[in-house]
């Protein structure tokens, strides 16, 4: 449901995301963003999967990053709001939306950045826009989400009959205060990624520049009640995931480009 603090928090982004630049492993690009959002309430959680069984669901245009040796697939639930073009107010109805993504990494040219295998969402205009805008896997979905304190309930199912099942539910939050990643750590390796990446129909390359502060990440539990995020590429998302939480983040987009 919109809220007057959408408009609030549209005002802040540019001011918020470009607060810090100095932590940027590249340069901003040198062209104007195009659309501004804000995320709360996020959790990251990571879960050790096989390259082998990756590199199946990966094109072999995106190479895979490890840490450690390990590759990694992520499943981040959020809350998305003041979502809305450059130079416009949040509509309301469809600047605030939950949304939850399952992806892994990839760093192509230097630039480290992320492969989303799916992005799940019941705003129906974002999974239209961003299907054609930014060439992702989006998909239709029945999210719900309460916050009682620090305790967020979340629970999603893809709605989307054509489409690989794909269903997570947790109770989640964070259980001490925020830092920004330490250089070299795990959490600093799996969220300072500042573009996404995908591909045309011919199969070349395109990168989405993103740019956020450092991530405020927060220690975090999660009681993971079913998890099948995993499922559509055959991963087994089960056992105790690496987890992070971040209370707030404002972040800007660019336009994809050939890379």
């Known amino acids: 449901m919109w809220s007057p603090g959408d408009a609030v928090d549209a005002l802040r982004q540019p001011r918020a995301a470009f607060g810090a630049t100095r932590h940027r492993p590249w340069p901003l690009p040198q062209r104007p963003w195009v659309m501004g959002q804000t995320w709360q309430d996020l959790l990251f959680a990571h879960w050790p999967v ?40 949040p509509v309301p109805g469809l600047s ?41 896997p989006y998909f239709p979905s029945r999210i719900g989400v309460s916050r009682d304190g620090d305790r967020i309930r979340y629970a999603s199912r893809r709605t989307q009959e054509d489409a690989p099942a794909a269903e997570f539910a947790a109770s989640y939050g964070p ?19 500042y573009c996404l990446y995908t591909l045309d129909d011919a199969g070349r390359v395109l990168r989405g520049e993103i740019h956020h502060p450092p991530w405020p990440l927060r220690p975090a539990h999660a009681e993971i009640s079913y998890n099948r995020m995993g499922a559509q590429i055959g991963a087994d998302l089960s056992g105790d995931p690496v987890l992070h939480f971040a209370d707030r983040q404002d972040v800007v987009f660019w336009l994809l480009q050939r890379v």
């Open 175 to 193: 259980t001490g205060p925020a830092a920004a990643p330490e250089p070299a750590s795990f959490a600093h390796w799996a969220t300072e990624r």
């Open 50 to 89: 096989g390259e082998r069984l990756l590199r199946r669901h990966v094109p072999e245009e995106i190479p895979l990053d490890t840490y450690d040796g390990t590759a990694w697939v992520g499943v981040t639930p959020f809350v998305v709001t003041g979502a809305r073009p450059r130079l416009m107010l």
């Open 96 to 136: 605030r939306f939950p949304e939850i993504n399952a992806r892994t990494y990839t760093t192509i040219g230097g630039k480290p950045g992320i492969w989303f295998f799916s992005l799940d969402t019941p705003n129906r205009f974002a999974v239209a826009a961003a299907r054609r805008v930014y060439r992702l």
